[in-house]
């Protein structure tokens, strides 16, 4: 089936989440659809899909104008999307999931709905067990149930949104290869994707998307340097860096494993030394979150050592972990790092340790009244925290750490700030590494991750690379890292950083 | 204790569990759809006083039960704008519901106190109530607790036989799910939160008009009901079989402490009053013990074979709710 969308335009709010996108995708073609987190491309497959509505545009199905009105709607015109999360009820058997949404009688035939089931697995060689339950079910295999009841449905367009994060190699294939085959019928796929490598190797057809516009298109061989450029925007620039130190260990991983719900990571080595800045790279839910957490005493390894400033923490809570002097900044400042509703001269009086159940408020109020000032923070101590600005908060996050500290984590230490809050941040944070500390810090900003960091470890579906020298790498080389291309290059280079 | 004597008493099990089971299925289908309907104990009470004085002024039994269903569906209404239409907290509104009813049948019951009201009279099915056992059993019934018998199965193939049934169990364990498949979500959160606390009406007369027959106000006996059935639904998995079954072990458990008090006269009858109570709840945490972390913790330090076996037991016994159990649903 053709599909073509024109002038699409989508606004939330101030965000001009997309802008005037023209995309022709003819019958039979995979389509890769490439663009950082929050380009626009979920809000354009959104809209095809029927999950939300375009402000203005025309959606054109075999050049026939048609208005989506919802999901179901979509279906019914043949447009059906496999999310990345697949849409599908856990506690459910895998042939109930299958068969609930289409309509039929009261009482569903489930011996005829077994038979199309097994038949429509067999041509695609997928082996589920329609009397299984979907929360045994692997990502991989539940994507394979969407996908045959998207195709049972009479699905002619398959969208699929991150559909590679999160399952295993062989399974990669085996959907790819599916995928194939159902554009070699004449079905229209648009795959949705951050990753470079995948999107090179199974599609037609690229478009990148980027700030909410559709940047530029390719066709294969793919110029894989320019879609890094057009996927990441503007031109990139490195400011001086100060001279990497070789201070004493602060924090020592030896042989770490790590279990989240979506992969395992293993054999994680690292020293992060005294002084340090060491910056984590990736796409969202790479395994870095996982990776901080754990190295705040937030999440248990399932494996390994975790040894701070000698003493071995493994297994230790939090509170042991701050008492050995590491500190955590969440990417969630009002969710996880501070208290909405408290104020300023609050948030001091909690974070100093302090005998005693009553608070002395002349003390509190001179205490805040000093951060506020030491920090630079736009607030009065009787601000509610949920009352100032994003780089307000995270100043008063960064005036709430104790001093001295051995180890400061920071998740997106300066998303969503202007540039002006960002150089104050990161001065204030090279002042705590002048004193002594290490900061390791999670960025999806490739150039503050170059800028700013001594040694880069980069993530990518739950592999972690070796540690990268951060003055002899490229922001192209950690583009295509992260998006899991040119990962056989790493352990030369690793021997010729290590010497 | 004689064979008939037994029978007899465990036929009176069946007809003390029928509102119960009324309750428990309503709050069943509210909650597989995702709406927890926390206004149960004072809906019932208030259904009850209602049903019998529409009864006792009408002169009209089956207008009394009408009443009933009407006013635990007209209180689900409520709930069920407060939480799906202006999206507010379930436990709140129904908190407050459940107070305010209570306290209103009181005060509006006060004519009707003590007075001599129209009864269920029991309906014997010819043929079947000279089976011997089993005849005394379940076929000398008045017509509610064959109704009881009768919703168990319907609300059971309902939820896990039909296609609107398995939507329902969409709605409430993923409603996005359900909505990319066609459901409008908040409509039938609607519906079944109507239907069930019509279901959660029909307990009350069932108790003013058959089991407790008369209105007696506060010593009516009947507040603390709608707690237990609350437990019952989650005891019995949000699966009307299971739930069923809570429903008369609960019944049971209150008939026990009636007929062995004579047996044991070392222990004071409130304790064996009261003792139901405290034992479902010993049940509940028993079958629910599995959801917890330091149960799964000691279950991996086991050695292999009691691990399995023990983890299989607690697997069969143990029922998760559905997962948007409580959470309004908007479309993106």
């Known amino acids: 089936m053709n599909v073509e969308l024109r002038n699409i335009h989508k606004h939330f709010g101030k965000v001009h989440a997309n802008n005037d996108i023209h995309l022709n995708i003819p019958a039979g073609t995979i389509q890769g659809i490439l663009g950082e987190n929050g380009a626009g491309k979920s809000t354009l497959m959104k809209i095809l899909s029927g999950f939300i509505q375009a402000d203005s545009g025309e959606i054109l199905l075999d050049n026939q104008p048609v208005i989506i009105h919802s999901p179901a709607d979509a279906i019914h015109h043949g447009v059906g999307m496999l999310h990345q999360d697949p849409l599908d009820f856990p506690p459910m058997r895998v042939l109930d999931n299958f068969l609930l949404g289409r309509a039929g009688g009261l009482f569903p035939d489930r011996k005829t709905v077994a038979r199309d089931f097994t038949r429509l697995a067999a041509q695609f060689d997928f082996s589920l067990d329609p009397d299984s339950y979907v929360d045994s079910l692997t990502v991989g295999e539940r994507q394979q149930l969407e996908i045959l009841r998207l195709l049972w449905l009479g699905a002619r367009v398959l969208i699929l949104d991150e559909p590679t994060t999160g399952i295993s190699a062989s399974q990669k294939e085996k959907l790819f290869e599916t995928l194939r085959k159902l554009a070699g019928q004449g079905m229209s796929i648009i795959f949705v994707s951050h990753k470079l490598e995948d999107v090179e190797s199974l599609c037609g057809a690229v478009a990148v998307l980027q700030a909410g516009k559709l940047v530029g298109e390719a066709r294969p061989p793919f110029p894989t340097k320019k879609l890094v450029e057009m996927m990441f925007g503007r031109e990139i620039s490195l400011g001086a860096r100060q001279a990497a130190s070789s201070g004493r260990s602060v924090l020592e991983l030896r042989g770490v494993a790590l279990e989240d719900i979506r992969f395992q990571m293993s054999g994680i080595d690292l020293d992060v030394r005294a002084g340090e800045v060491i910056g984590l790279a990736g796409m969202e839910g790479s395994g870095q979150g996982a990776f901080i957490r754990a190295c705040a005493g937030l999440t248990r390894p399932v494996g390994g050592r975790v040894v701070l400033n000698g003493r071995d923490l493994t297994g230790k809570s939090y509170h042991v972990f701050k008492h050995g002097g590491v500190s955590f900044l969440p990417a969630s400042r009002l969710e996880e790092g501070l208290v909405p509703g408290l104020s300023l001269t609050e948030h001091f009086v909690l974070a100093e340790e302090t005998r005693g159940i009553f608070i002395d408020r002349t003390a509190g109020h001179k205490l805040a009244e000093g951060r506020i000032k030491a920090f630079n923070i736009r607030g009065t101590p009787a601000s509610p925290v949920e009352s100032l600005s994003g780089g307000n908060q995270q100043r008063a996050l960064l005036a709430l750490l104790k001093s001295p500290l051995s180890l400061v984590l920071l998740e997106h230490p300066t998303r969503g700030l202007d540039i002006e809050s960002v150089i104050y941040i990161w001065s204030k944070l090279k002042e705590r590494c002048k004193q002594g500390a290490a900061i390791v810090f999670i960025s999806s900003d490739l150039e503050e991750v170059l800028q700013y960091s001594d040694r880069v470890l980069v993530f990518f579906s739950g592999k972690v690379s070796k540690p990268l020298e951060a003055s002899k790498t490229t922001v192209e080389q950690l583009g295509n890292l992260i998006g899991g291309k040119d990962w056989e290059s790493l352990d030369l280079e690793k021997a010729h950083v290590k010497k | ?332």
């Open chain 2, 1 to 332: 204790m004689d064979t008939q004597t037994l029978i007899i008493g465990l036929a009176g099990v069946l007809f003390a569990a029928a509102p119960i089971v009324f309750a428990v299925l309503g709050e069943t289908l509210s909650e597989r759809a995702g709406v927890i309907n926390l206004s149960m104990n004072g809906s019932i009470i208030l259904s009850a006083m209602g049903g019998f004085a529409v009864a006792y002024k009408t002169d009209n039994i089956f207008l009394g039960f009408l009443t009933g269903m009407a006013i635990g569906a007209a209180v689900a209404l409520i709930v069920a704008f407060a939480s799906i239409t202006l999206k507010q907290s379930q436990v709140a509104v129904g908190f407050v519901l459940t107070l305010v009813s209570r306290d209103l049948s009181y005060f509006l019951g006060n004519p009707f106190m003590g007075q001599p009201g129209p009864r269920l009279s029991s309906l014997s099915i010819p043929g079947l109530a000279d089976i011997p056992f089993i005849g005394p059993l379940l076929f000398k019934h008045d017509l509610m607790t064959y109704f009881s018998f009768l919703f168990i199965f319907l609300a059971w193939a309902w939820i896990f036989r039909t296609r609107p049934g398995l939507m329902l169990q969409g709605i409430g364990e993923r409603p996005a799910a359900a909505f990319v498949r066609g459901a409008n979500v908040n409509r039938l959160r609607y519906f079944y939160t109507v239907l069930g606390g019509a279901l959660i009406g029909l307990a009350g007369p069932t108790y003013s008009l058959s089991v407790k027959a008369g209105w007696n106000g506060t010593i009516s006996g009947l507040d603390g009901i709608g707690w237990i059935a609350l437990s019952i639904t989650i005891f019995g998995g949000w699966n009307p079989l299971r739930a069923a079954f809570g429903a008369y072990l609960f019944a049971l458990l209150q008939w026990l402490g009636l007929v062995l008090q004579p047996s044991l006269p070392g222990i004071p009858s409130q304790v064996l009053q009261v003792a139901p109570f405290p034992l479902m709840i010993l049940t509940l945490l028993f079958v629910n013990i599995g959801n917890a972390e330091w149960v799964e913790r000691t279950l991996a330090a086991m050695p292999e074979p009691t691990r399995r076996v023990t983890a299989k037991v607690l697997r069969a016994l143990r029922a998760s709710p559905p997962a948007a159990l409580g959470v309004p649903f908007e479309r993106d």
